[in-house]
């Protein structure tokens, strides 16, 4: 998730623009162009331009916890604004793991108000799962819910606090379908983060040109 710019060059413009349509075709992102005239020869009246196309890519990646703004929230129907990024394609796709909503965003709904992770892969800590208890939903649900996962209370220890006294971590996970006691899991202690995390935002972006 964090900046990174990468630049490409190509030798006819046609070429750089299929790049752009594949980007956009697989991943949220937005573009700008360009162009420059770098010679102009007047005897034959030839203009030899170059041709730029900027691309920015949503900087949020799948499994990473993110933060939605209020009019995001409001957005998917009111979802917790402490979310998971489920899944990226063209689409942003998001989870609440506490209630299995689920909602997506396309690179203009994301670009017009966006939003960022507040925890990343390196930022997780590896637990055991000492204890799972399946949570059974009753009652009627409002808007679209995910059917591939299922929640449950989880009792979980930091790995490098086994063998001792320290006191069993409970949580709720949206994984109740697959974890079994002894499983290794990774996961993210929310209240250790800091809160600048919340009002620093980075995109990745990569340029691709052609004269």
Known sequence: SSGINAEYGYQAKNNARKMVDFLISVIPCQYKTSEELVSHDI????????????????????????????????????????AICSRISDNIHIMDP???????F??????????????????????????????RQTGKQFGAHSHKHQLADV???????????????????HLGNVLACGDYVSDSMLRTLSSTTLFSTKSRRCRTSSS
């Open 155 to 173: 009792w979980v220890l930091p790995v490098n606090s086994l063998g001792t006294d320290v006191e069993e971590i409970h949580t709720r996970s």
């Open 98 to 104: 506490l209630t299995l909503k689920i909602g997506q």
């Open 43 to 82: 005897q034959s009246n030839i203009f030899n331009y170059k041709y730029t196309y900027f691309v920015e890519i949503t900087p949020v990646c799948k499994d990473e916890v993110v933060c939605l703004t209020v009019g995001n929230s409001r957005y998917l129907n009111h979802m917790s604004q402490v």
């Open 106 to 135: 396309n690179a203009h709904q994301f670009f017009r108000e966006p939003f960022q992770a507040i925890c990343h892969q390196k930022q997780l800590r590896e637990f055991m799962v000492m204890n799972i208890e399946p949570i």
